[in-house]
């Protein structure tokens, strides 16, 4: 059972919903289909350890979504409320939804109005699959009868209707659990293609040069070194022996504690005294 959430769409209260939510828009990423964001990009979200990105084209659709909800209304002759509603861990914030909670809209205002791809997407009656995915978990919250996806081009629109598939429903569930595996133990989803940024220019190039040099390197002295440490461990007859400036001394360590064996902490949850995530670097080389 669905449950109107009372939250103004782009306020930091509805910011810190969407952040502990599992919401509609987000979907098509943990699907991996988004053409935008990346499941590692979206984790670093959740966790608070980036801002949700806001781009020109956001602030597009933000600011024409009124003009075009008027346009919708007009051209179908039926009254939308823009709502935020949630079934559990699951939220939809919707462009509108009609009193009877029968229907609701899904607005875009494409840069490029008709010459847009999405808009002769939806003239050919075609529509791109991660908005087939948004689309389909709003009408799994709202289980409302159709969803209207409204292409705007700032006059007028044209509209797409989308049934419901509860056959789909299950692969969000899966993905959206998958992926709260990894927000709840902080740790990172795989990175995608869109997580990596090819690099060619000359500062580029001429650093990543001097770093497979000093590498190259590194490893030869580090080979060398783990050669002559052996022959030296070897010749070592004494618990401690030394000369020519070194000295090679044997002693015992304590193991370390397999804490997975202990009975008593078997029913501690260890992720409530994990501390926060933490930004590390590697460097590898192809």
């Not at 700032?154 to 969000?172: L, N, Q």
């Not at 940024?197 to 490893?219: F, M, N, Q, T």
């Not at 008593?264 to 005294?273: H, K």
Request: with cysteine.
């Amino acid at each position: 059972m669905s449950t109107i959430i009372n939250l103004v769409q782009g306020s930091a209260e509805w910011q810190e919903h969407r952040r502990t939510h599992r919401n509609a828009s987000e979907t098509p990423i943990v699907l991996g289909v988004s053409p935008w964001a990346t499941p590692y990009q979206l984790w670093q979200q959740k966790l608070g350890l980036v801002k949700p990105p806001v781009n020109a084209a956001m602030l597009r659709g933000s600011e024409q979504e009124p003009a075009a909800r008027a346009a919708y209304e007009r051209q179908t002759g039926l009254v939308m409320k823009p709502l935020v509603l949630v079934d559990g861990e699951y939220s939809a914030s919707l462009d509108g939804y009609t009193l009877a909670g029968d229907r609701i809209v899904e607005i875009k205002c494409p840069r490029q109005g008709r010459e847009s791809s999405l808009w002769q997407s939806v003239q050919a009656r075609c529509l791109p699959a991660h908005y087939q995915w948004q689309v389909q978990h709003q009408l799994m919250v709202t289980k409302a009868d159709i969803a209207d996806v409204f292409v705007f081009d700032g006059a007028e629109g044209v509209v797409f209707p989308v049934a419901p598939d509860p056959s789909t429903w299950p692969r969000i569930w899966a993905a959206w659990d998958e992926f709260a595996a990894f927000v709840a133990t902080k740790s990172p989803p795989p990175l995608a293609k869109g997580d990596v940024c090819e690099r060619s220019d000359p500062a580029w190039a001429a650093a990543a040069a001097a770093y497979l040099e000093a590498k190259r390197a590194a490893d030869t002295v580090s080979k060398t070194l783990d050669e002559v440490k052996a022959t030296l461990v070897a010749l070592a007859d004494h618990t401690s022996v030394s000369g020519g400036g070194v000295t090679v001394t044997r002693f015992w360590k304590s193991g370390v504690v397999e804490y997975k064996k202990i009975p008593e902490l078997a029913l501690v949850d260890f992720e409530l005294y994990r501390g926060a995530p933490r930004e590390e670097t590697r460097i590898t080389a192809a």
